[in-house]
C-alpha cells in the first residue's frame, strides 16, 4: 500500500457523506480518520460502515482525537463558513460541499482565511466533474456544435418529507432552500458553456402539494457571456430528470446525466431536413441504446460509481494537493455562485415569510367544534351531518375543498397536522374536537407527520386550551390479527399487535398515535374517548378492497376462498357513534369498537360490488401460494437491502379477526348500527335505499 499523506476528516453524516467516503476509499494515499455529527449515533453508524476509527460530536472533539490534515464539510450550508474558517485554522485543507455558504460575505470570509492560514479551498460542483458533462464540455470545445448560443437545463428531485417534530430539516426552513440546493448546479453548468453569468431572473411558485416546502417549482433565467441559459427546477415531475440541453449553430446536444448518455444532432448539408430528422432518431437510437447496455456493465462491474462527479471531484482535488496546483473548482468560483443566487435567496425565504404571516393573520371564525381530516371519507361525512345543524363547525384541512362551500357554517383552518402552530390555531377556542385526520398514503415520514405527531399536536393543543372533548379514531388495525383465535370474541382488551414494524406504516403508527391519546388521558387529564371502527364502507369508497384482500394491478386479490366475515361498518353508523362519543359523559377515557354485529363475508361483499360496479375485477388465492410469493418477496428484499411491501406475517395478519364484542359501544353510546352492513353495501353499490 502506498504510504499514507492525507489524514482526512469528514464533517457530516448525512446521505451525501456515502459518495464522499467511498471516494476517499479509493484513493490509496488517503486514511479517514474520523467522522463527526451533532447525531452521534448516526456518526458511529458511518464510522462502522466504512470501517472508520474515530465518530465524533463536532470538529474541535475530532481535530483533538483524530489530527486530520484535510476536512471534507458537509453539513448544511447554514454551517459551511464557521466550520470551514475553524478546519483552515487549525491547519486542514478543506473541500466543502455546495453551495460554498449561504451569502457572499461568508464566502469572502472563507476564502481570505484559506489566504491567511496557506491552505487550499475547494467546493464540491459536482455536476461540473460528472463525466457525461466532461465529455460535452470536450465536444463543444472541439466544434461539434459550432458556436454554442443556449442552454436548457432540467432537474427533478424530491426530499426526505418532514416527519414531525420540533427540529425540522433544512429542506423545509426556508423558501430559497430548493435554489441554493439545486440551483447552484444549474447556474455553474450553464457558466461552463455559456460564458459568466451578468444577471439572474429567477421565479419561484408553489403547487401547494407539500405545505412544508413552500416553493416547489423554479424557473430562471441566466444571461450569460455568449448566450441565454434557461433553467426549470421541479420538485413535482415525474420521473425525476437531470438533462441538459446545449444548443449551437451547428447542432444540438443532450446530456442525460441520470443515465449517462449523450447524444447529438447536427446539420447536414444537402439533405433535406425530414430525412435529417429521420436519420438522426435511428443514429441516437442505436446510439442510445449501446450507451445505456454499456453503462449498465460500468455499475455492474463498478467502473461507474453512483454520483460520479463527486468521486471525480474528490480524484481531482486531492491530484491538486498532492501537486500543489489549483484545485478543480476554484473557491472564487463557489462564492460567484453564491453571490448570483443570493439576491433571489433573500427574496424567496422574506416572501416565505410574509405568507406564513399572513395566513396567520386571517382570523379563525368562532365556533364550538373543530373536525380534523376533514376533506377525507369520513371526515367528510361527519362534517356534512354537523352542519347541518346550523351550529358554526371548524375544518381543518390541507388546502381548500369547493364542495364545503355550500356549507356557509363551515369555516376550513387551512393547515397540516404535522405544524402544531397551525393545529393549535385550529382547536384553540372550541369546545370538542374530533380528530379524524390521519396519514393514509406515503412513506414513513408521511405516517409519522400526518398520525403520529399529527396527535399528539392535536392533544397538546386540547390540553392547552382545556377543550371539554376529543374523540379520537383509531383502528382495528392496532389488534392483534396474526395471532388471532379463530372464534374467539374481540374486545377492547384484546391483545395489541406485537410486531408492528412487520405490519406496516398505517399499524405502527395508528398505534403509536392511540398509545399518544391514552397515555394523555392517563397522566394529564385528557378528557378523550377512542373509538375502533371496523372497515368503513359506503358510497364514495366503492373501490376499496375488502380486508383481507390486497388490492393488485386494478383486481381484488381475496387471500382464501372468501368465506371469512368482514369487520365492516357503515360511514354513517361510525358517525352517529362520533356524534354519540362526544356527549356521552360516561364515555370519557374509554377505548370503544365500532363493527357491525351482522356477519357479511368477503365473498359476499365482492359480488354485491361486482353487481354494481362490474369494472371491479376479483381472484381468490390459496393462503399458501401467498405465503410462498412472500417468502420470495422477501429473499428479494434480503438480496437488494429493501424493505419489501409483501411479507409473510403480512400475509398472516390480512385475515381480519371475528367476532367482535360491541357490547361497549352499546351500554357507553348507546349504539347500535341505524343503516347496517347489507342495506349500507346496496346503497353503495346499487343506490338503493336511503342512509338518512
Not at 387529564?525 to 358510497?539: K, M, S
Request: charged letters at 20%.
Amino acid at each position: 500500500m502506498s504510504q499514507i499523506r492525507f489524514r482526512v476528516g469528514v464533517l457530516g453524516a448525512g446521505y451525501v457523506a456515502d459518495y464522499h467516503l467511498k471516494a476517499l476509499q479509493a484513493i490509496p494515499d488517503v486514511e479517514v480518520v474520523g467522522i463527526a455529527d451533532p447525531d452521534l449515533d448516526r456518526a458511529r453508524l458511518m464510522a462502522q460502515r466504512y470501517g472508520i476509527a474515530g465518530a465524533y460530536r463536532n470538529l474541535p472533539e475530532m481535530a483533538a482525537a483524530a489530527h486530520p490534515n484535510v476536512v471534507h464539510i458537509l453539513t448544511p450550508p447554514a454551517f459551511h463558513a464557521d466550520l470551514t474558517i475553524a478546519a483552515l485554522g487549525m491547519g486542514c485543507d478543506v473541500y466543502v460541499e455546495k453551495p460554498m455558504a449561504e451569502t457572499a460575505t461568508d464566502c469572502a470570509r472563507m476564502i481570505e482565511a484559506a489566504r491567511r492560514h496557506g491552505k487550499t479551498l475547494s467546493v464540491n460542483h459536482s455536476a461540473r466533474m460528472d463525466p457525461i458533462v466532461l465529455e460535452a464540455r470536450r465536444r463543444v470545445e472541439a466544434g461539434q456544435l459550432g458556436d454554442v448560443i443556449g442552454v436548457d437545463f432540467f432537474r427533478s428531485s424530491n426530499y426526505v418529507p418532514y416527519a414531525g417534530g420540533p427540529h425540522v430539516p433544512p429542506p423545509f426552513r426556508n423558501g430559497s432552500y430548493p435554489f441554493q440546493d439545486l440551483g447552484v448546479h444549474a447556474l455553474y453548468l450553464v457558466e461552463s458553456f455559456l460564458g459568466q453569468i451578468g444577471k439572474v431572473d429567477a421565479k419561484y411558485y408553489s403547487t401547494g402539494r407539500d405545505p412544508f416546502l413552500m416553493f416547489d417549482e423554479w424557473r430562471i433565467i441566466a444571461e450569460c457571456a455568449k448566450g441565454v441559459g434557461q433553467i426549470y427546477l421541479s420538485w413535482n415531475a415525474n420521473p425525476m430528470q437531470n438533462e441538459l440541453v446545449i444548443h449551437g449553430t451547428k447542432g444540438t446536444m443532450h446530456v442525460d446525466c441520470y443515465v449517462q448518455t449523450l447524444t447529438v444532432r447536427r446539420q447536414l448539408p444537402m439533405i433535406p431536413k425530414p430525412v435529417q430528422r429521420m436519420l438522426f432518431v435511428v443514429i441516437n437510437g442505436l446510439s442510445g441504446t449501446w450507451d445505456m447496455v454499456k453503462n449498465f456493465v460500468r455499475i455492474a462491474t463498478g467502473k461507474l460509481k453512483g454520483n460520479p462527479g463527486i468521486q471525480m471531484g474528490v480524484t481531482r482535488f486531492y491530484d491538486a494537493l498532492r501537486s500543489g496546483g489549483p484545485p478543480p473548482i476554484p473557491a472564487e468560483e463557489g462564492e460567484r455562485m453564491v453571490k448570483l443566487m443570493e439576491e433571489v435567496s433573500i427574496q424567496a425565504d422574506a416572501a416565505k415569510q410574509a405568507r406564513i404571516a399572513a395566513a396567520r393573520a386571517v382570523p379563525v371564525a368562532p365556533a364550538p367544534t373543530l373536525v380534523t381530516g376533514a376533506g377525507g371519507f369520513l371526515g367528510r361525512r361527519l362534517l356534512e351531518r354537523l352542519a347541518a345543524s346550523g351550529e358554526p363547525i371548524r375544518a381543518f384541512v390541507r388546502r381548500p375543498a369547493a364542495w364545503m362551500a355550500s356549507f356557509p357554517n363551515v369555516h376550513p383552518v387551512l393547515g397540516d397536522l404535522g405544524d402544531p402552530e397551525a393545529v393549535d390555531r385550529a382547536v384553540a377556542g372550541v369546545e370538542t374536537v374530533y380528530h379524524v385526520g390521519a396519514a393514509m398514503r406515503g412513506g414513513k415520514e408521511e405516517f409519522e407527520r400526518g398520525t403520529v405527531w399529527g396527535t399528539r399536536n392535536v392533544v397538546d393543543s386540547c390540553l392547552r386550551h382545556k377543550v371539554k372533548r376529543l374523540v379520537h379514531v383509531s383502528s382495528q388495525s392496532v389488534l392483534d390479527q396474526a395471532g388471532h383465535a379463530p372464534g374467539t370474541p374481540v374486545t377492547e382488551n384484546s391483545r395489541l399487535e406485537p410486531h408492528p414494524e412487520r405490519r406496516g406504516y398505517y399499524t405502527q403508527t395508528k398505534l403509536a398515535a392511540e398509545k399518544v391519546v391514552l397515555d394523555a388521558v392517563r397522566d394529564r387529564g385528557l378528557n378523550a374517548v377512542i373509538l375502533r371502527p371496523g372497515q368503513i364502507f359506503g358510497p364514495g369508497a366503492e373501490t376499496v378492497s375488502p380486508s383481507g384482500a390486497i388490492g393488485l394491478a386494478g383486481r381484488w386479490v381475496v387471500v382464501g376462498n372468501g368465506s371469512h366475515p368482514v369487520p365492516l361498518v357503515y360511514v354513517d353508523d361510525v358517525v352517529d357513534a362520533l356524534v354519540a362519543a362526544a356527549a356521552k359523559p360516561e364515555a370519557a377515557g374509554r377505548i370503544i369498537q365500532l363493527v357491525d354485529p351482522e356477519p357479511v363475508t368477503q365473498r359476499e361483499f365482492v359480488d354485491t360490488a361486482r353487481r354494481g360496479l362490474p369494472s371491479i375485477k376479483a381472484s381468490y388465492v390459496p393462503k399458501w401460494f401467498m405465503m410462498t410469493a412472500a417468502w420470495g418477496v422477501e429473499k428479494l428484499g434480503g438480496l437488494l437491502n429493501k424493505e419489501m411491501p409483501l411479507s409473510r406475517y403480512r400475509v398472516q395478519s390480512l385475515r381480519p379477526p371475528y367476532p367482535f364484542d360491541i357490547s361497549a359501544a352499546q351500554r357507553l353510546l348507546g349504539w347500535a348500527p341505524r343503516v347496517g352492513a347489507r342495506r349500507g353495501l346496496e346503497i353503495t353499490y346499487h343506490g338503493r335505499g336511503n342512509a338518512r
